[in-house]
């Protein structure tokens, strides 16, 4: 707070009636629900913990939950590698138990949204089995089969994500299946109908238990090029790149056959109430792009959001007024979405640490992520700005970690368990050693430790959600970038009731600047210095008339 001025500008802000969807601006928290909270002893969260821990989200003023997969899966990629679309793994419950949870969640006023994974199942699901036993069953164009070439190599150079190629022989059927990820994560054919009507059938099954919508995973490695045609190769590529990053993805993803599904889903989505959310991942060279195809119109989805953020190495003005520039607001233009962390990227804090104070960094990330136009996704644990966990090649679980070891961070730090109590076995999250371990830098960053201090990022991150939704020209109102000294960052956010200035110094040096005439700061973290912004910090501004 800013003392009595605080109180007195934020009564003034405007309180008509919300005449935009609830999720336009709306701020969700993301669950890796396999460390969230254990409740049964087995080291690996669940939905009953998420249940007794839904309390906590909705005390940070949070609107939605989303929660990354729980379905049934054999786990080679710990959830996305699907084996029932409408099943519950026994590791996370039942469905009676996500029932209870959503149930809690709305009674609690939370919105619940729930991964799709469209582009691929596991090689454990049933349509795969049927599809790989032989070349002329139901279910023999489900996946993306090819033949070899005739030295018997695969049928082009298109690269895994994880490793090595995009294609693995399959001796059942003496071909080659696609798989864009894992060997063990066959790529659908959604250019087949009936693939595309089976996925809605799944979608439906999960709005007829009420959910109110839909994360979509990887929405760009939906559909391929049917011809199979190679890859271009990126030229001066990093010595030291993955056989993925040598490559330019055109042809084994971004088909345009992609936005035709995406307005068949949305009409069977719409014929549920117009109280629905769709957001789509979407990385990759043609991210920015995509984002905006994806989301264009009314007929398809509402948001999407990329890695615009989550792989940068630094944190710069130019990179903030780039990318949110992308969204000037035209007429037809999607709606994006914004995160700095997430289960698949190193968290935020330690990304953009350097050798600077982590406190400080975590409260100005969270707010700049709160001033941005567009949706917030908050992972868990960014409200305690819990840095990237240090997990030893030992213990690491990640594919893609151990592949690339030592050359790549992979996953596993920033899916370590959720710190409930502080002195606690394990942190509170589980009473037998879990499925990866607690670093211990997160044991005094713990849920109840930040609960005791009226100052910590906890106590902040609930300020300053609920000055977000005080202020309407933060949730939907335009962004105007503002010419200032360079390393500072200023931009306006406005709509006909406010206009607020929000400025940031990312750098750790301060730097002279002054508010000017005619605004008072409503919003600050950081500290304040007379004629200059200190480092590390951030204000908000509110014109007074």
């Not at 007829?208 to 939906?222: Q, S, Y």
């Not at 043609?286 to 007929?299: N, P, S, V, W, Y």
């Amino acid at each position: 707070m800013i003392g009595g001025q605080q109180q007195v500008l934020d009564a003034v802000a405007p309180a008509t009636a919300e005449a935009n969807p609830w999720w336009k601006g709306a701020v969700v928290y993301q669950i890796y629900p396999r460390s969230f909270a254990d409740s049964n002893g087995d080291g690996i969260g669940d939905l009953p913990g998420i249940t007794e821990r839904l309390e906590h989200i909705a005390s940070l003023g949070i609107d939605a939950i989303w929660l990354s997969p729980f379905f049934t899966s054999p786990m080679k990629d710990f959830g996305y590698d699907i084996a029932d679309y409408c099943g519950v793994d026994p590791i996370f419950g039942t469905l009676a138990d996500f029932d209870r949870m959503l149930a809690r969640a709305h009674e609690l006023g939370l919105k619940v949204l729930v991964d799709q994974v469209y582009c691929h199942t596991s090689d454990q699901h049933a349509w795969f089995a049927e599809s790989r036993s032989s070349r002329d069953n139901p279910k023999a164009d489900w996946y993306v089969w090819a033949e070899a070439k005739a030295d018997g190599s695969p049928p082009n150079n298109w690269q895994s994500v994880f490793h090595g190629s995009s294609w693995t022989w399959d001796e059942r059927r003496g071909q080659y299946y696609l798989h864009n990820f894992l060997p063990s994560q066959p790529d659908l054919n959604v250019h087949n109908p009936e693939v595309q009507a089976a996925l809605l059938q799944t979608a439906r099954f999960w709005l007829d238990r009420g959910v109110d919508g839909f994360r979509l995973d990887a929405l760009n490695f939906l559909m391929h090029d049917p011809a199979l045609t190679d890859n271009p190769p990126v030229k001066n590529a990093p010595e030291r790149a993955r056989p993925f990053d040598r490559q330019h993805h055109f042809h084994n993803q971004s088909h345009p056959g992609i936005p035709k599904f995406l307005t068949r889903l949305r009409k069977v989505i719409d014929g549920y109430g117009a109280d629905l959310f769709t957001v789509a991942e979407v990385g990759g060279e043609q991210a920015d792009r995509e984002m905006k195809l994806f989301t264009q119109g009314g007929d398809r989805l509402n948001s999407a959001y990329g890695f615009n953020f989550l792989y940068e190495k630094a944190l710069t003005p130019e990179l903030i007024e780039r990318t949110i520039g992308l969204w000037p607001g035209e007429d037809g233009e999607g709606w994006p979405s914004w995160a700095f962390s997430n289960h698949d990227a190193p968290r935020g804090v330690s990304r953009w640490l350097a050798a600077r104070d982590r406190d400080a960094l975590a409260r100005l990330l969270l707010l700049l992520l709160l001033t941005l136009r567009g949706n917030v996704f908050l992972y868990q644990g960014e409200e305690l700005g819990l840095p990237q966990a240090e997990v030893p090649f030992e213990r690491l679980q990640d594919p893609e970690a151990i592949a690339n070891w030592p050359n790549g961070q992979g996953r596993d730090g920033a899916r370590t368990p959720m710190p409930w109590t502080g002195d606690a076995l394990h942190a509170g999250f589980s009473s037998v050693e879990p499925w990866l371990p607690v670093d211990p830098e997160h044991m005094a960053l713990a849920v109840d430790r930040q609960e005791a201090r009226a100052d910590s990022v906890l106590n902040l991150t609930r300020r300053l959600v609920a000055f977000r939704k005080r202020h309407t020209a933060l949730k939907t109102g335009d962004f105007r970038p503002v010419a200032v000294p360079r390393p500072l960052l200023a931009f306006e956010r406005g709509d006909d009731n406010e206009r607020l200035l929000c400025v940031f110094n990312l750098a750790d040096e301060p730097v002279q600047w002054t508010l000017p005439d005619g605004w008072h700061v409503i919003e600050r973290v950081g500290g304040e210095a007379d004629g200059a912004m200190p480092p590390l910090s951030g204000l908000v501004a509110q014109r007074v008339a």
